[in-house]
């Protein structure tokens, strides 16, 4: 072996930056050829995709797709990559592998496709939003480029990727980060620290007697400043959700818990001198029924006037009084609503997570009128509650400790069971054993200790959801509820009785026949719903048509919408490169007609200065003309919807489109029933129904429980209600796969042929990186010290990244108190299914970047057109410190040359 040289000038060394010397008769090291390889499939990849835009790719696809221009061949192919995944993951996928090539593929897929791209709907740029399309677009990029990069080795043998040998960062599980969200301390959420501390009871005088309330004391701390408490009714929370939902139409909103009067009894340490203390808390009493006089369980009663009267603290300390010596004592305490209390609290933390809703007029007033100072005993409460909160996590640490502990004894067995699915067909056989052995008892040893794995895994998330979040009594609710409404014997004979591919059979024919060639009722359907809602966006248009006040320019900005895909291209072109405002470079075009007069120039010009600002500043100088102009934006977007939906209703239309939407049903759906019907799913109906009893029965025992019960009973108890049940469902997965007619046999197929390609790379051969590049070299090409240079700022800029990610990652984990590692938690790595480890850390910083971008381009519907554009360059700058520090990826122009030489190499590899 050679002596190391620097990989690039300006090294500082370490291991991160030092490369090996090419080897004899090579150009390029290992990380060179490794990251020329990688820039150029992430451009393959990008170009490929943004070239599914065309009405023309599947005609330069290949097979199964028809051409104009002939027999496309493999090697000549337009698309290699995708061409490649097409051909190998997904035509043959299980279900789709019986589809016909003339019938289905070009005569029904082809067509609907090439019309939906004719239709040119609009895209991010022109709505000036991130819209589904695009941001699957760009994960579908990402998700082909790490397949390609890591499954298609170099030819050299010598590849080699950027490695951090302290990058072993392990986040905590979701369940510690679970616990941090409920502590009910130190929680800031959008600025709001926000704790339902404590529940007090109220008396309200109705006429003559005094009707007792349970009140909810909310302890609110904001930016640090000194905390308040403030008392809300459970009617006082819905009004602020109703007002939300006023305030905020369409938002998605958490719902609002039920009214829940049930208390919790818990068993509470302190000392004996405070047994008199405790017992004139409102919050602690052992009787939780109400004096009917009014005056509750503290004391505390409302004046006719609306204001607290408090009467004595009968009997407060009095064993303090008569010198009786204090010892700490165990003893029961009821806390009212305890379960309701921790609702609202998850209530509100998850309201508070939307940043608008934060900030809104009625979360501000719901949290902070009317502050009030709490008495002793409510103080004792606030300290009770606490605790409580105090036992709950330590006794849900305490409960994943065991969980994880006893989940580490099995994980000898665990890593025989990852050896076994990561050899080859390692997944085929264990789906051949399940088909095999009728019982749990009877499969393999390594398979017997993955069910009981399995058993403590499930028996954790079970407690997790309905035991140990803020939020678990609500939707243990929930799920008891739908649990007593469902008709399980009901459901089983229907199920057992009737023939769903007749059924479904006979639904598609009701909804999908033509009588006489007039359009089907989903048609219809579909019609009425796209023209109710191109008649609403003409209602918008006309009323923004008329704050316009002409009647030319709005019929100019229809015009640009409804024009062909290169005048528009052709526009925004000019509007880029000139940097204006797209309103501007539509409404002075020439290429639109009609033309605009001097003064109607002269006034989108003076509309879009005072728009920008407008925007840039709060004053309200200039607003009259930034309003119009923000009219003309809004118009825009609304005429691009309107043909967007027109678009789609042509779509419709179309008799391909039903008949595309009928195969597509018969090709998954036909399967599916034969192997529901000949495994006799429904008898596992009753299975499911006996489970959710037992399920049911286990939690309500663990709410009644002590807090302070031994963690490990309750561990046991749901270990024990799965070990219960797990040989149902295993005769579930036993029976499925039995009577499957080879249907899970060819999934897993399936799935081994994507694992071998990742392992062991395509059939066609490896791609010999420093033979192309040698070539490019020998014929003046490419320049080869230029190239290297370029090459080599690639790799430090991926080091640089993958550093600054680092530390960001560091520093997050120590902010949220997430640096312990959860020991037995990774049962599988990448590297078992041939993907590199770096270059699945590589996909992870591109995602939270992408994931960041599309929290800083989110567009917010708003009534005030200059309140939310404001709102969105606000949002873009926050995006750009959040990625303060991100180093700048080197602008590349030598090693473009080897872009053709690159996919002529591709092609050969990816053609068989």
């Known amino acids: 072996m050679t002596e190391s040289q620097p990989a690039f000038p300006g090294d500082q060394g370490g291991e991160l930056s030092q490369a090996v010397a090419p080897p004899p008769g090579q150009i390029l090291t290992g990380k060179q050829e490794h990251y020329l390889k990688r820039e150029l499939i992430a451009r393959q990849v990008r170009g490929e995709i943004s070239e599914l835009n065309s009405p023309t790719a599947l005609q330069r696809f290949g097979a199964p797709f028809r051409s104009e221009f002939g027999e496309v061949a493999p ?69 082909v480029e790490l397949m390609m990069v890591s499954g298609v080795p170099t030819a050299s043998g010598y590849e080699e990727r950027i490695q951090f040998s302290e990058m072993e960062v392990v986040e905590r599980g979701a369940n510690e980060k679970g616990l941090l969200v409920n502590m009910p301390e130190g929680n800031a959420i959008n600025t709001w620290d926000v704790n339902v501390a404590a529940v007090r009871v109220t008396s ?47 938002k998605h909103l958490p719902p609002l818990p039920r009214k829940n009067k049930s208390s919790t009894t818990s068993s509470w340490f302190g000392s004996s001198a405070d047994d008199d203390a405790s017992s004139v808390s409102s919050l602690s009493t052992q009787d939780t029924s109400l004096p009917e006089d009014g005056t509750g369980s503290s004391g505390r009663t409302l004046a006719p006037g609306g204001t607290h009267k408090r009467s004595p603290s009968q009997g407060s300390f009095r064993s303090a009084k008569s010198g009786r010596v204090s010892t700490n004592v165990s003893r029961e305490t009821v806390l009212y609503r305890e379960e309701q209390r921790v609702s609202l609290r998850a209530f509100l933390r998850t309201l508070l997570q939307n940043k608008r809703i934060a900030e809104s007029k009625s979360v501000e007033e719901f949290l902070t009128a009317g502050p009030i100072k709490l008495n002793e005993e409510e103080l004792l409460d606030v300290q009770k509650r606490k605790d409580m909160d105090a036992v709950r996590i330590e ?41 095999e052995k009728p019982c749990i008892e009877e499969l393999s040893p390594q398979y017997q200790k993955f069910a009981e794995w399995l058993r403590i895994e499930v028996a954790a998330t079970v407690y997790h959801l309905f035991l140990a979040e803020d939020n678990s009594p609500e939707l243990f609710a929930q799920a008891k509820r739908i649990h007593g409404l469902v008709p399980y014997t009901l459901l089983k004979n229907v199920i057992r009785i009737a023939n769903p591919a007749a059924v479904m059979s006979g639904v598609l024919d009701l909804f999908l026949a033509q009588p006489f060639g007039s359009r089907s009722l989903l048609q219809r359907i579909f019609s009425l719903t796209l023209n109710e809602s191109i008649k609403d966006f003409q209602k918008n248009i006309a009323s923004v048509t008329a704050k316009v006040e002409d009647q030319v320019l709005a019929q100019k900005l229809k015009t640009f919408v409804e024009a062909d895909e290169t005048i528009k291209n052709e526009i925004r072109e000019e509007a880029e490169t000139e940097d204006v405002d797209i309103i501007v470079a539509i409404l002075r075009s020439e290429l639109i007609a009609p033309e605009l007069t001097p003064e109607q120039i002269e006034k989108v010009f003076n509309g879009w200065v005072a728009w920008n600002y407008a925007v840039d500043n709060v004053d309200l100088e200039m607003q009259q003309g930034a309003q119009w102009f923000a009219n003309m934006k809004q118009l825009l977007k609304l005429f691009t919807r309107q043909r967007d939906k027109a678009m789609m209703l042509s779509i419709v239309e179309e008799p391909t489109t039903l008949q595309l939407f009928r195969d597509l049903f018969t090709i998954f759906y036909e399967p599916l029933v034969r192997v529901y019907k000949s495994a006799n799913v429904y008898s596992s109906i009753t299975d499911f129904a006996q489970f959710a009893d037992d399920a049911i029965a286990v939690i309500e025992s663990a709410q009644r429980q002590d807090a302070s019960a031994d963690p490990n009973q309750t561990v046991q108890s749901f270990i024990d209600l799965c070990a219960r049940h797990q040989d149902n469902f295993y005769k579930f997965i036993h029976e499925v796969h039995l009577h499957d007619n080879g249907l899970f046999q060819s999934l897993m197929t399936w799935v081994e042929e994507i694992l071998d390609f ?17 070539g490019a070299v020998g014929v003046g090409q490419v320049d080869k010290d230029l190239a290297l240079t370029e090459i080599n700022a690639l790799i430090k800029w991926h080091e640089d990244r993958k550093r600054w990610h680092l530390n960001k990652t560091r520093q997050k984990m120590a902010a949220e108190g997430t640096t312990e590692t959860i020991p037995g938690s990774a049962t599988f790595k990448g590297s078992d299914f041939g993907l590199d480890e770096g270059d699945l850390e590589d996909l992870t910083i591109s995602d939270e970047a992408s994931d960041s971008e599309d929290e ?26 959040r990625t303060a520090g991100e180093p700048v990826k080197p602008e590349v122009q ?16 990816l053609a068989d």
């Open 204 to 250: 309200v005088k109705r006429t003559v007697r005094y009707h007792p309330h349970a009140e909810f004391l909310l302890r609110v701390r904001r930016d640090d400043k000194e905390e308040f408490h403030v008392g809300r009714r459970y009617g006082e929370f819905v009004k602020l959700h109703r007002r939300l939902r006023t305030e905020f139409p369409g």
């Open 395 to 435: 006794e849900q640490k305490r409960f994943y400790e065991i969980a994880r502990q006893r989940a580490a004894e099995l994980d000898v067995y665990m890593e025989k069971f990852r050896r076994d699915i990561v050899e080859s067909n390692g997944l085929t056989k264990l789906f051949a054993e399940i088909r």
């Open 856 to 881: 800083a381009t989110e567009d917010d519907e708003e009534d005030d057109p200059i309140a939310s554009e404001r709102r969105r360059r606000v949002k873009k700058q926050d995006q750009l410190r």
């Open 894 to 909: 030598e090693i473009l040359k080897l872009g053709d030489p690159f996919v002529v190499m591709l092609r050969h590899t």
């Open 75 to 143: 090697v000549d192919s337009e698309l290699p990559i995708l061409r490649y995944i097409f051909v190998h993951h997904v035509r043959n996928f299980p279900f789709l592998d019986q589809a016909h090539e003339k019938q289905f593929w070009q005569e029904k897929l082809q067509v609907f496709l090439e019309s939906f791209a004719n239709k040119h709907v609009s895209s991010s740029e022109d709505r000036l939003e991130e819209t589904k399309r695009r941001k699957l677009a760009r994960k579908c990029e990402k998700l």
């Open 758 to 774: 990742l392992r062991k790379g395509p059939q066609g051969g490896k791609l010999d990186m420093n033979a192309m590049f040698q």
